[in-house]
């Protein structure tokens, strides 16, 4: 029954090493997904620590990728050494994404603050030429979420960009996708994004944090079913050397 129990987890053991790769390469792209999202938004998002939780899941992303290989030789060739490697390695990289849950739920709390005390002055930089990074930033975020101006299109007018227009309209990317010839005129309101893009881009930010949370979760919870098919097989190990092969069928001692 025990030498059952050993062979079964060593198997379980190698298809979860498997799983670690790609588990691995996908916290990676989670991580970049972070990364490039930012560049996007980054303008109304000042606090640059915020990047934290991504650079965290990559580096585990990279940690988990060698214990997968770790954890297959180990595994394979009933290593001691190798398997109590493993599980150390295993442990610290569930510890970071532990962590990372933590910091994700924090910087996730601070987004609306942190957009709120920027997408104004932002709005404010605006000049409406293509050079420009501010106004680069505000039409992608317009024409991507589909909103016009902080609350509503009508914040537009306080801005100094509308003012030294003096056309009574506001920027082409506040304009629908439905509608032809659209020349951003408040006049004609039914032509423009009704909704602010202050919440969409505090909404944006904080479903990015929760893909992290979630795919950090996830991942810590594999682990740990790692973990202990690792210490049953590291156990049986310790206290019987002779026992199965996992790819001889036949005994070490």
């Known amino acids: 029954m025990g030498q ?4 079964s987890s060593k198997t379980v053991l190698v298809f979860l090493n498997l799983i670690f790769w790609a ?6 792209y989670v991580g970049a997904y972070v990364f490039i999202t930012y560049d996007d938004y980054d303008h109304f998002f000042e606090d640059i620590y915020t990047l934290i939780p991504g650079v965290v899941i990559i580096a585990a992303g990279a940690l988990l ?3 997968g290989l770790i954890g ?3 595994t394979i060739r009933e290593s001691r050494c190798g398997l109590a490697t493993f599980v ?4 610290l990289v569930f510890v970071t994404e532990v962590v990372v ?6 910087y996730r709390a601070k987004v609306e603050d942190e957009v709120d005390k920027s997408i104004t002055n932002v709005f404010n930089q605006y000049n409406g030429t293509s050079s420009d990074s501010a106004s680069r930033a505000i039409d992608y975020v317009q024409r991507q979420l589909h909103c016009c101006g902080v609350h509503n299109y009508s914040d537009w ?3 100094p960009w509308f003012n030294k227009s003096k056309n009574n309209s506001v920027p082409l990317s506040c304009c629908r996708d439905s509608v032809f010839n659209c020349t951003g005129s408040m006049s004609r309101p039914g032509d423009l994004y009704s909704e602010g893009c202050e919440a969409l881009v505090v909404e944006k930010l904080q479903e990015i944090m929760m893909y992290v949370i979630w795919a950090a979760l996830a991942f810590a919870a594999i682990q740990l ?3 202990l098919c690792a210490c049953i097989v590291l156990c049986r190990r310790t206290r019987d050397p002779a026992y199965e092969l996992l790819i001889t069928g036949g005994t070490y001692a």
């Open 4 to 7: 059952c129990e050993v062979i």
């Open 23 to 28: 588990a691995a390469g996908i916290l990676c």
């Open 65 to 67: 990728f060698i214990i």
């Open 72 to 74: 297959c030789c180990a």
């Open 88 to 91: 150390i390695i295993l442990l």
């Open 101 to 106: 849950v933590v910091l994700g739920y924090i």
């Open 157 to 159: 007018e306080k801005t």
């Open 225 to 227: 079913l790692g973990m």
